[in-house]
């Protein structure tokens, strides 16, 4: 799968999503915070790869809703008065049309927190409902150098990111993870350079900034994608953009959670 040069790529970077009824296959560890989940379903075959770096968005409801079945996103609708799910959106890491699976990577970072606790309870046999995928982010060709950076909400996006940018395609890469054991295997090619940053305690990204401002870019037309902190991803906005003069069109940065509130937003 490309999303790079191959013209039907960027044509399915724009299917519609759908409603899913999955279950969990399998649970494993990436690291000491991370929890990768593979969903099994017959239906996720190939309509799902709609290119590099897509997420979906998972419904939870109330555990005291009974949901009608079998659950379609016509009966999602129809109960929408009543009961309204709380969206959070994940990153589809891979996805294997042939087997009906698709992973997902979960950041740990609170058993009481709803997408987090769950992920960190998940265990196979598990119902999850989850709407998608979302458009795509083409990896157009014409940028020069790449920069990618994010925290570890980033890093399954950032994964499936180095794994479709061609071959020697200039890259840097600046990954804030809490500590050492959270630094996972990459797909590092010749031109990539990989730089993981350890928060050791300080706040969520004040390393990735501090980072970013010293980050040595190459000359010629570049892009940068990235996603983190809303408050980090508003200042990496500004120093890309008025700083750097790396153009609008070339800058795709993402607040992935925020500091203080969840995720909830209307489906
Ligand atoms: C397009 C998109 C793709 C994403 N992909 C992924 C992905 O693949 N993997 C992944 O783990 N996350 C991903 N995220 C981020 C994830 O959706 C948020 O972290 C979300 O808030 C988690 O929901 P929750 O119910 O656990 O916490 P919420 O109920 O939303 O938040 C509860 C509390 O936890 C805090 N919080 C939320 N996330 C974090 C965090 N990571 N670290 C520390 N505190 C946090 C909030 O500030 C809040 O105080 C993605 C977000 C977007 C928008």
Redesign the pocket.
Known sequence: MSGVSDEGQHNASRRPGSLHVTRVRRVSRVTPR?VRITFGDEELTPFLSNGTDQ?VAMY?YDPDVRLPRPFTSEAAKRLLPTARP?L??????SHRPELGEVD????L??AD???????EQAAPGDEAIWFGP?PAYPLAPGPEWTVLIG???????IAVLLEELPPEHRTSVLVEVADKAEEQELTVRDGTEVRWLHRDGRP?GQLLYEQAVALDLPPGRGRVWG?A?RDTVRELRRHFVQDRGVSRADTHL???????????SDV
Do not use: C, N
């Open positions: 991370m997420h939870f709380r959070r959106r994940y990153t589809i890491r997902m990577d979960f950041v970072h609170g927190q709803l997408a987090s606790g769950w992920a979302s925290d570890e909400t980033a890093l399954p996006a969520a996603a902190e993402t607040a992935y959670w925020t500091r203080g509130e969840t995720q909830d």
